[in-house]
């Protein structure tokens, strides 16, 4: 096992942030699923350029450029079509989503499995409250439909205010993940230090998903975390966070970002399908199929949408510190 140092777990549990250079391997852990991402841009401008949504496929361009103007010429964005996760509400028996094996490997992958170990434990459970994020330019966000965290810049806020109270007492550890370079102007994540000692702080319902209104903020200053592929940024469940906005023209900004915790605790999102990923105590129940792990998701989808909406947070846009 090649997880954290002593010094860096210490950093870590004083500061609620770590990042943490050169953990994966750009070409052996982040190429395959680029490759499974160009595959499913090439369904979908197929499948646009059928129904007379855009002029051209672009099949030549790199993914970047190609997905920007697949955007904006039809008008629209597409973050359900790359997601391995569901949405919170209207789920469909058709609701796209894509759960391919290099995405699977990428969750069990042992290096990163290493640097969870070191703060949760050997026993650890893939938190399903996991995104791929692909932040695209300002001229390429569509006005047309609901807003989408998976496309623009996210508010303030911690992890586990977006989970239900049933996850107040699990210890869940946030793994984000650039798969292309992340700057501070197209939109890097940043932090606030030593948010992680205090309680759950108040969140939102807003347009932009639940966020801490501005007056709730601790007064430190925030500090932004430009970041290669291959490095990892670990985060606490309270630790305060958001993104910056992507102020570039031509650059889309892709992350993961996922969450670990250990065994037996839950999850926040029961409705949603986790596994567990590394077990030294019962190593027969370590998922290792890749197929298994797609059909508990499309599993849960068809569940889903047989029933109504279920709710994820707790909080009341009522609320007088909402005012």
Known sequence: MAGLSAAQRTQFEQDGYLVVE????PERDIDPVMAEYAAVLDGLAERLYREGAISS???RLPFNERLIQVCIESGRNYPQEFDFSLPQKGVRR?????????IFNLLSNPRLLDVAESVIGPEIFSNPVQHIRM???PRAVSTAGDYSGLVSKIPWHQDNGVLLPEADEATILTIWAPITEAT????CLQVIPQTNHADLVNHCPTDQGVAIPDKLLPPQRAVPLPMKPGSLLLMTQRTIHSSLDNLTTD?????FDLRYQPVGQPSGRPAFPGFVARSKARPATVQHDAAAWARSWTEARARLAAAEDPSYNRWDADAPYCA
Do not use: C, F, Q
């Open 251 to 255: 650059d889309v900004r892709i992350s």
């Open 22 to 25: 050169n953990v994966l391997d």
């Open 184 to 187: 501070v102007e197209n939109g």
């Open 135 to 137: 932040k695209l330019p």
């Open 94 to 102: 058709d609701t796209p989503m894509h759960v391919g094996p290099a």
């Open 57 to 59: 496929t672009w099949p």
